[in-house]
């Protein structure tokens, strides 16, 4: 399969459909939905990990890599999901999380029991002198050591305690993640996601970062990264020559993004990068409110579509997903424009050069919860983050504004597919509540709404434009303090997008080539353009085409 002209749509299986009425998603009920994933055009559906796990982390921290979570459903439902996509031209993405092991899985508990082999699957060290065996924290606070049993060694893990990490120089680690992926492709699986995968490459001696150095950079993108992925692609996913992959790099380099995609050599096919979603972190750190820095949003995500393309690498295009607050709320009017803002950010990602990613409710414009308490929210980084603000001096009030903005449960409320208790998602309580379903939903959406066409739309144009799909990229009025703007070209066919990113109206020349260009699709009917020049309403976002003529659409 080619990923260029591919769109592919995010699913959290735990919050998409509850066919049961247990509050929690499950298998069977994206099945009764593949028609309505059908409708939106995309290729490929990538789930979140819905293994055995603990769900200390929601999935991410998995106890068996083989086996379906039954709160979620059967091996037997996993494969009539397969063929009910296939039936439909959709192909399957799965999760990943090769990284860390929860320390319920096997390994990590005959690791405990005192097993040597299993021992060396994670990194165990001694301690300092009563300190820990370095001074790295994790992502989710704290320090990144546990004490491993009563041993009086420790364990490494970069997220919560109960998500162990793997000792990847250990080839025995590398065959056995091999055979998962290796698995999961002999079921049918096409597409694969790999969690936070470039950390694996960690030097074996874990060094302290030295001070006034941020300790990621002491694990993040090591030199064994490309060499453990090729590794792995040949015992697996590169055994089908079509497999579609994404890696999921934390706090990367364009650099390192462009050997990981390389399409002459490169381990994967695409990557996510996140910097343009640190735009509105006061001073680098994820738990503070600050509005965010638009000419900073411009920089990254044209600098990275250039560089991408300039390196023949791939991005991976999103605004969305399980770990991030509704773009609209962040980026746009959810208030005021939400329409005018969900369709804005659909433009500007869907036109770009790298492959579109959709995440669940998206498409109907979906926006952050209204809740009023900490204890709305059940996700461990949130619960944490909440804490720690209150023992920096933060007052309630301040730290729940925060968390409020942040926390990674304002993308995990159920899919609102109707109005009403529960929005549609299920009968019994959902394990996260919606707040906004009457208003927002998929009914409200497919009778007249004006978002989830929109979406339809652009997905469709991709497979349709061969520019869209293949074309360069270049900015364009990179400098105006409301417009992102693009060009895409491939031979005479051109394309400009504009976007407006603010709540007044925004005016710019326009390449003089695109003074008679035909609008391609925009969220307003009717483009103020004169005398060369056009003038954006609040969010709206326009793109002219300009063909050779041999193609008309
Ligand atoms: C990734 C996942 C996130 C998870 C983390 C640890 O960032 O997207 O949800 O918590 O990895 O596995």
Known sequence: MSFRDLSVYQIYPKSFRDSTGSGVGDLRGVIEKVDYIASLGVGMVWFNPFFVSPQVDNGYDVADYYAIDPAMGTMDDFTELVAALKQRGIGVMLDMVLNHTSTQHVWFQRALAGDPAYQDFYYLRAGRDERLPNNWTSKFGGPAWSPFGDTGLYYLHLFAPEQADLNWHNPAVRREMAAVVDFWRRLGVTGFRFDVINLIGKP?????????????????????????????????????????????MSSTTLERCIEYSRADGGPLSMV??????????????????????????????????????????WNALFWNNHDQPRAVDRFGDAAGHREAS?????????????????????????????????????????????????????????????????????????????PGPNAGFTTGTPWLAPTNQDTINVAAEEHGGVILPYYRRLIALRKELPVIAEGDVQAYAHDHDRVLGYTRSLGENRLLVLANFYGEDATLDLPPEFASARVLIGNHPDPRISEGRITLRPYEAQSLLLTDGSKEI
Request: charged share 20%; net charge negative.
């Open 204 to 248: 074996f001696d874990l060094p302290s970062a030295p001070a006034g150095v941020d300790d990621r950079a002491m694990y993040t993108d090591g030199d064994l990264v490309v060499p453990f992925l090729k590794e792995l692609q040949a015992a697996s996913y590169g055994l089908d020559a079509d497999a579609v992959t994404v890696g999921e």
């Open 342 to 418: 969900a369709t804005m950010l659909a433009t500007v990602i869907h036109l770009l050069r790298g492959t579109p990613y959709v995440y669940m409710g998206e498409e109907i414009g979906m926006t952050d919860p209204a809740y009023t308490s900490i204890d709305d929210y059940v996700d461990v980084e949130a619960r944490n983050a909440y804490d720690a603000l209150l023992a920096a001096g933060h007052d309630a009030a301040d730290a729940f504004a925060i968390v409020h903005a942040k926390a990674r449960d304002n993308a995990r409320t159920p899919m609102q597919w109707t």
């Open 272 to 313: 996510f990068n996140f910097h343009h979603l640190k735009v509105d972190y006061a001073g680098g750190q994820k738990w503070t409110k600050a509005p965010f820095d638009f000419a900073a949003l411009k920089g990254l995500l044209m600098g990275w579509a250039e560089g991408m393309a300039a390196g023949n690498g």
